[in-house]
């Protein structure tokens, strides 16, 4: 992402922020050097994010303001005006490179055999309980439920209450 400060109502060219960081002030090692006494000497710092700056004013005595309104920090949105004491500004936000048309050719779908189809033995659909939609599949299913319930019956001689009177080796 680029980002730029273009003077509102100064003349001068575009500052373009090419760090992560950057220091802005009056001071002549500042990031952004701007030479002027309503500036402290590091009055801001502007952190490029993902898709946006953020600004935080250093408590400065002049401040800074965002869109008219003075802030403490700020996340500036597209043509949104700061100004570092009396200095206005507009954010500007650009791509990083120009793109390029998209010269990929869609790929081949390749031929893939049914690799599932040597092992079809291995799948029972005769049993009607698996076979979805086929009428004799209900009665089946009951019988199943029958056969895991009888395992699972209340014994009045057991003491365990947990498991529903079920006890080891019962039913088996």
């Known amino acids: 992402m680029k980002a730029f400060l273009e003077p509102i109502e100064r003349k001068g060219p575009k500052v373009r922020l090419q760090q992560r960081i950057s220091v802005v002030g009056r001071l002549p090692g500042s990031d952004v050097h701007i030479d002027h006494v309503s500036l402290s000497r590091r009055h801001a710092v502007l952190v490029m994010t993902e898709g946006l700056v953020v600004v935080r004013d250093l408590v400065t005595t002049n401040g800074t303001k965002v869109n ?20 206005k500004f507009r954010i500007i936000y650009g791509p990083d490179t120009k793109y390029k048309p998209d010269v990929r050719q869609p790929l081949a779908v390749p031929d893939i055999p049914d690799k599932l189809s040597g092992y079809s033995h291995l799948f029972d659909t ?6 979805p939609g086929f009428a004799e599949a209900p009665s089946r299913k009951h019988e199943i439920a029958e056969e895991s319930q009888s395992d699972w019956d209340p014994d009045e001689e057991s003491q365990n209450t947990e498991l529903g009177g079920w006890r080891p080796g019962k039913g088996e």
């Open 68 to 87: 008219g309104k003075k802030v403490r920090w700020a996340a500036l949105m597209p043509n949104d005006t700061i100004a570092f004491g009396t200095q």
């Open 126 to 131: 005769s049993d009607p309980a698996i076979r």
